[in-house]
């Protein structure tokens, strides 16, 4: 066994047995411990273990990539998930807590006094929990068969095993602890590579400073500056200028995204874990810190690997390697299948354009930029088993949230709040723990035998939350009068406008050949990606909801009273907790 | 009435907060990036440094404040919490 091999078991079987550890210490003996940790976490603690829930494998692992690739363009991500989580920290996050319930479908149930609303938004948060799932599961699998060369089915046992046993056994105690071992392990794995290379780079060894500096070859060229001309010679669009799409894209991209995380349940669901509003409003505090670690840290990832991916194929203008020299992470990841070259002009070096016809890197996956960046820039095993170790805890600890959020959906929202309504705790709780470990299977079976519409779900789920759960949260906490006909209404309009939009462009239940207006850009309204289309979903469901609350009698007034309450900073907390 | 003169002064902080978080975000990092993009700030376009950089700067800022400014609001009011 090699060097690198022994360093990434290392760190990667010490990572798991720290978070057993964690599990066994932490096990949950109430539904308030399992739904809600017992409402006894610190606003510290809490804010890691936002930080790893929320920073999900795509974060740690296609986020960098996706920069690398789309420059200026990429943006739309760094400040979509960020001021998202700015949006659920003032707007939702407070109030919701006030309220005191476990759950988001409860939350809308409650404050529409409707059991239709709260079904509607199991549905809605099912559907978006389950399809994030599938890519926690890929992205473990992936990084098993790559850095320890067993199989992906293997890899992604194991990582159900581990799941499975501190999700089940500690519920949302043992979940929130090991999110924040989970946190440290991945925010370490993934700026210490960086400051590496920002170092080797500009000679500056803080990432942020370093994407900003000049290169420390003595040439005085600023890096942004060099790989603007680097990119352009190929053909590529210039870094800090290329645009995703148009400007409205963008824009909708942008504002899509910030609407769909900040309506996504399984972070809602933190902010239930502390003891006070108060608490709620710091933990949001901190777990920005922790997330703007790494996303700050982000764009310099993307950045600095692009230019040693072009450096690498192309060290001086003109002058390309030969095919033959390529160096040793080349090959590994060409073995994946990730990475493939193609010598077409038959001169054995490798050229990499924009052009089709001349481009001899046939395929270049985004998604291994953060996981090859170490090698690229010729960094100590030891900091690539870290990353291993990093991008599996990223992985775990977003798909543990996921399975809490699922988990309470059904045993909470569906079984004990509609359909029987007299189970006792020691049930609910029992129940809970099936369920979570039925969702634990179902998700790897989907990892295993990943649906051809994976990639084309991710917009379905980011639509779902940006369209129906988003705007329900916003008019219930800021309107004293909106009603349950209107919400619901305006959850199922916005809801029907962005799948007919999303099936229209990428098949129908995304089958191949039935999108019956081709996935062409010119067809989109506006220019507007399919992707993008979930804030187009929530103005109409404001629309909708605001005329149908106009023909209908506003709420009743122990509802407008509710409402004052959950505003008011007096009364009772209504407790997630037991005393 | 207490309750809602606490109310209209959270709404305004809100307020406040977003239209800060609107400008940084879409204003500097998207609508006027190109104009922004021709001052230049070290080795970073500045349209370019707010949409990668400055907005989650900003962002961090906005967030801590808010919470300081609702504390201060909560006390004024006298929260029993």
């Given at each position: 066994?090699?060097?690198?091999?022994?360093y990434?078991?290392?760190?990667?079987?010490?990572?798991?047995?720290?978070?057993?550890?964690?599990?066994?210490?932490?096990?949950?003996?109430?539904?308030?411990?399992?739904?809600?940790?017992?409402?006894?976490?610190?606003?510290?603690?809490?804010?890691?273990?936002?930080?790893?829930?929320?920073?999900?494998?795509?974060?740690?692992?296609?986020?960098?990539?996706?920069?690398?690739?789309?420059?200026?363009?990429?943006?739309?991500?760094?400040?979509?998930?960020?001021?998202?989580?700015?949006?659920?920290?003032?707007?939702?996050?407070?109030?919701?807590?006030?309220h005191?319930?476990?759950?988001?479908?409860?939350?809308?149930?409650?404050?529409?006094?409707?059991?239709?609303?709260?079904?509607?938004?199991?549905?809605?948060?099912?559907?978006?929990?389950?399809?994030?799932?599938?890519?926690q599961?890929?992205?473990?699998?992936?990084?098993?068969?790559?850095?320890?060369?067993?199989?992906?089915?293997?890899?992604?046992?194991?990582?159900?095993?581990?799941?499975?046993?501190?999700?089940?056994?500690?519920?949302?105690?043992?979940?929130?602890?090991?999110?924040?071992a989970?946190?440290i392990?991945l925010?370490?794995?993934?700026?210490?590579?960086?400051?590496?290379?920002?170092?080797?780079l500009?000679?500056?060894?803080?990432?942020?400073?370093?994407?900003?500096?000049?290169?420390?070859?003595?040439?005085?060229?600023?890096?942004?500056?060099?790989?603007?001309?680097?990119?352009?010679?190929?053909?590529?669009q210039?870094?800090?200028?290329?645009?995703?799409?148009?400007?409205?894209?963008?824009?909708?991209?942008?504002?899509?995204?910030?609407?769909?995380?900040?309506?996504?349940?399984?972070?809602?669901?933190?902010?239930?874990t502390?003891?006070?509003?108060?608490?709620a409003?710091?933990?949001?505090?901190?777990?920005?810190v922790?997330?703007?670690?790494?996303?700050?840290?982000?764009?310099?990832?993307?950045?600095?690997?692009?230019?040693?991916l072009m450096?690498?194929?192309?060290?001086?203008?003109?002058?390309?390697?030969?095919?033959?020299?390529?160096?040793q992470?080349?090959?590994?990841?060409?073995?994946?299948?990730l990475?493939?070259?193609?010598?077409?002009?038959?001169?054995?070096?490798?050229?990499?354009?924009?052009?089709?016809?001349?481009?001899?890197?046939?395929?270049?996956?985004?998604?291994i930029?953060?996981?090859?960046?170490?090698?690229?820039?010729?960094?100590?095993?030891?900091?690539?088993?870290?990353?291993?170790?990093?991008?599996?805890?990223?992985a775990?600890?977003?798909?543990?949230?996921?399975?809490?959020?699922?988990?309470?959906?059904?045993?909470?929202?569906l079984?004990?709040?509609?359909?029987?309504?007299?189970m006792?705790?020691?049930?609910?709780?029992?129940?809970?723990?099936?369920?979570?470990?039925?969702?634990?299977?179902?998700?790897?079976?989907?990892?295993?035998n990943?649906?051809?519409?994976?990639?084309?779900?991710?917009?379905?789920?980011?639509?779902?939350?940006?369209?129906?759960?988003?705007?329900?949260?916003?008019?219930?906490?800021?309107?004293?009068?909106?009603?349950?006909?209107?919400?619901?209404?305006?959850?199922?309009?916005?809801?029907?406008?962005?799948?007919?939009?999303?099936?229209?462009?990428?098949?129908?239940?995304?089958?191949?050949?039935?999108?019956?207006?081709?996935g062409?850009?010119?067809?989109?309204?506006?220019?507007?990606?399919?992707?993008?289309?979930?804030?187009?979903?929530?103005?109409?469901n404001?629309?909708?909801?605001?005329?149908?609350?106009?023909?209908?009698?506003?709420?009743?007034?122990?509802?407008?009273?509710?409402?004052?309450?959950?505003?008011?900073?007096?009364g009772?907390?209504?407790?997630?907790?037991?005393? | 009435?207490?309750?809602?003169?606490?109310?209209?002064?959270?709404?305004r902080?809100?307020?406040?907060?977003?239209?800060?978080?609107?400008i940084?975000?879409?204003?500097?990092?998207?609508?006027?990036?190109?104009?922004?993009n021709?001052?230049?700030?070290?080795?970073?376009?500045?349209?370019?440094?707010?949409?990668?950089?400055?907005?989650?700067y900003?962002?961090?800022?906005?967030?801590?404040?808010?919470g300081?400014?609702?504390?201060d609001?909560?006390?004024?009011?006298?929260?029993?919490?």
């Amino acid at each position: 066994m090699d060097e690198l091999k022994i360093y990434t078991y290392i760190a990667v079987f010490g990572t798991f047995g720290l978070y057993f550890a964690i599990a066994i210490w932490a096990r949950a003996g109430s539904t308030a411990d399992f739904y809600a940790a017992g409402g006894g976490v610190t606003p510290l603690q809490n804010g890691m273990a936002i930080g790893a829930d929320w920073m999900s494998a795509a974060s740690f692992i296609s986020m960098a990539g996706l920069i690398a690739f789309l420059g200026y363009g990429g943006s739309v991500f760094l400040m979509g998930w960020t001021g998202g989580y700015v949006l659920l920290a003032m707007c939702l996050a407070p109030y919701m807590r006030k309220h005191g319930k476990f759950t988001v479908p409860e939350f809308i149930g409650d404050r529409f006094y409707s059991k239709t609303a709260r079904i509607v938004t199991i549905i809605c948060l099912i559907v978006a929990s389950v399809t994030y799932i599938i890519g926690q599961m890929k992205g473990v699998g992936v990084a098993f068969s790559r850095f320890l060369e067993v199989e992906y089915d293997t890899g992604l046992y194991i990582g159900m095993a581990v799941v499975f046993f501190y999700a089940v056994l500690g519920g949302m105690k043992g979940i929130t602890y090991t999110q924040i071992a989970q946190y440290i392990v991945l925010i370490t794995a993934y700026t210490i590579p960086a400051i590496f290379i920002s170092f080797q780079l500009t000679g500056n060894p803080i990432p942020q400073l370093g994407l900003g500096s000049t290169l420390a070859d003595g040439s005085g060229v600023y890096l942004l500056d060099k790989l603007d001309m680097v990119v352009t010679d190929l053909g590529f669009q210039e870094y800090t200028t290329s645009k995703l799409g148009g400007s409205l894209n963008m824009f909708a991209y942008t504002l899509s995204l910030m609407i769909g995380t900040a309506g996504l349940p399984h972070v809602i669901m933190r902010f239930f874990t502390v003891p006070s509003v108060k608490a709620a409003r710091s933990s949001a505090g901190y777990a920005l810190v922790f997330i703007a670690l790494l996303y700050t840290v982000a764009p310099a990832v993307g950045a600095m690997a692009r230019f040693n991916l072009m450096n690498t194929i192309q060290p001086a203008a003109g002058e390309n390697i030969n095919y033959a020299e390529r160096p040793q992470w080349f090959k590994d990841w060409e073995r994946t299948g990730l990475l493939a070259f193609e010598d077409k002009n038959g001169d054995g070096k490798i050229q990499y354009t924009a052009d089709a016809k001349t481009n001899e890197m046939v395929k270049v996956d985004r998604d291994i930029m953060v996981l090859a960046n170490p090698s690229i820039a010729n960094l100590p095993n030891w900091v690539i088993a870290l990353v291993a170790a990093g991008g599996l805890a990223a992985a775990l600890s977003t798909a543990a949230g996921l399975l809490l959020a699922i988990s309470s959906s059904i045993s909470h929202d569906l079984m004990k709040g509609i359909l029987t309504p007299d189970m006792d705790e020691k049930t609910e709780l029992m129940l809970g723990r099936v369920v979570m470990s039925i969702s634990i299977l179902f998700a790897g079976y989907l990892g295993l035998n990943p649906p051809g519409f994976a990639a084309g779900t991710v917009a379905l789920a980011f639509g779902l939350a940006a369209s129906s759960i988003f705007p329900a949260l916003m008019m219930g906490i800021f309107s004293r009068t909106m009603n349950d006909k209107g919400a619901i209404a305006g959850m199922v309009a916005g809801l029907g406008v962005t799948m007919l939009y999303v099936f229209q462009h990428k098949g129908i239940m995304f089958i191949p050949g039935t999108s019956f207006l081709g996935g062409l850009d010119a067809n989109w309204f506006l220019g507007i990606s399919p992707n993008a289309f979930g804030a187009v979903g929530a103005i109409v469901n404001f629309v909708v909801a605001y005329l149908v609350l106009k023909s209908t009698s506003p709420a009743p007034k122990e509802i407008a009273d509710m409402v004052d309450n959950f505003r008011s900073p007096h009364g009772e907390i209504a407790a997630a907790q037991d005393h | 009435m207490e309750n809602s003169s606490y109310w209209q002064e959270n709404l305004r902080v809100i307020k406040i907060c977003l239209v800060i978080w609107f400008i940084v975000s879409f204003g500097c990092g998207l609508l006027f990036v190109d104009i922004l993009n021709t001052i230049q700030i070290g080795g970073y376009k500045l349209g370019f440094w707010f949409a990668q950089q400055g907005s989650i700067y900003t962002f961090l800022a906005l967030i801590f404040w808010y919470g300081k400014k609702m504390n201060d609001l909560d006390k004024k009011y006298d929260s029993g919490e």
